[in-house]
């Protein structure tokens, strides 16, 4: 029986190699974002009944182009939950984690966005209560949800200080406790990272709970802009973009994009990108692909410790 096994020095080679294969792969990658929307769907069956979306059906599962990689799909819908879809794309050389839940249009809860991207180097974190409506002018529906979260926030933007300048228009779909950040890979990182999505989500989920049916139809339409405003900024503008139609190809990402990350874009309204952002129409009535108009700003954190807007 003993013939059958490899002479022992080469399995000693084997594991040594194997072990310094499996070194890299953990020095690079400490993290793996399974476990986060793991987190999120457990969390969520505690409180909500989900079920499987429709979208799940088409969309679970994909290997790159390449076949190196692997992109992985999930979808659910509930009462008061429109839509809860989770993007993992795991490659050689990255993670990415796009999970965000958006609420039914009665409600004027904001959307939960997690937007993580990790490669052997960098990372680039959006976590975030995407406000529905405007924060710095309408005090009111910014006290009503975010008042006393601030501590909250306040505990992880220590943590996490502000990633820079970033495409200004985005500041308008970010509430005071977002955490915007970029930092070089490290499982510490990590671990805190986990322990704000949890935090994060465990009060979005709160709102959601506690969130009263709006009967007034025009306050529910102005919920369905709203909505429906924010996914066609995500799917003209998502950075993102260039990394999945490298991965997967034009037509793919662009079907990935708009009938599954941000579905939603061709039935809750009609207007267009530029009817929402007029600012991004060249001369030519041509979307400014390169970039925006406006151009990037907000070098340091807009929001005071208050979470007042200091930005102008
Ligand atoms: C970069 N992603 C960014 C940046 C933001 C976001 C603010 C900084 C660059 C910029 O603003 O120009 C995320 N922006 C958001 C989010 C909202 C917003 C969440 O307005 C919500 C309203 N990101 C993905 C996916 C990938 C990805 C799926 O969501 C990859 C497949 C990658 N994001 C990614 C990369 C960058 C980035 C590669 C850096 C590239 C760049 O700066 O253009």
Redesign the pocket.
């Known amino acids: 029986q003993s013939s059958l096994l490899p002479p022992l020095k080469t399995v000693t080679t084997f594991t040594r190699d194997w072990g310094r294969r499996r070194s890299t792969c953990i020095q690079s990658f400490s993290v793996s974002y399974h476990k986060f929307v793991e987190f999120a769907l457990d969390e969520t069956r505690r409180h909500i009944h989900l079920n499987p979306s429709p979208l799940q059906e088409k969309f679970s599962s994909m290997n790159s182009k390449d076949g190196k990689g692997m992109l992985s799909m999930l979808s659910f819908e509930a009462t008061k939950i429109r839509l809860l879809r989770s ?1 993992i ?1 795991e490659t050689e050389t990255m993670q ?1 984690f ?1 999970f965000t839940v958006f609420p039914e249009a009665e409600y004027d809860v904001p959307i939960f ?1 997690a ?1 993580f ?1 990790t490669s052997a180097k960098t990372n ?1 974190v ?1 976590l975030d209560l ?1 406000p529905l409506h405007d924060i710095i002018n309408q005090h009111e529906y910014k006290d009503k949800y975010f008042k006393s979260l601030i501590p909250l926030g306040l505990k992880y933007t220590q943590l996490f200080p502000w990633g820079g300048k ?2 200004s228009e ?1 500041i308008k ?1 970010f509430s005071p406790i977002v955490i ?1 950040t970029k930092f070089t890979s490290n499982p510490q990182k990590y671990d805190i990272l986990y322990a704000a999505f949890r935090d994060y989500y465990k009060v979005w989920l709160e709102l959601i709970c506690k969130s009263v049916k709006e009967t007034d139809e025009s306050q529910v339409v102005l919920n369905l802009e709203a909505q429906h405003r ?1 996914l066609t ?2 799917v003209e ?4 973009q260039g ?2 139609k490298k991965l997967i190809g034009d037509t793919l990402a662009k079907d990935l994009l708009r009938n599954f990350l941000f579905n939603g874009v061709e039935e809750l309204g009609s207007k267009t990108f530029y009817d929402y952002f007029p600012h991004y129409c060249t001369q030519e009535g041509m979307l400014n692909k390169k970039g925006n108009i406006v151009g ?1 700003s907000f070098e340091n954190r807009p929001w005071d410790a208050r979470g007042e807007f200091i930005g102008e």
């Not at 503008?237 to 993102?240: A, H, I, L, Q, S």
């Open positions: 993007l794309i990415v796009d966005c937007n991207f680039i959006v995407n970033l495409t985005s779909f915007w924010y900024w995500r503008k998502d950075p993102g990394v999945l990037k």
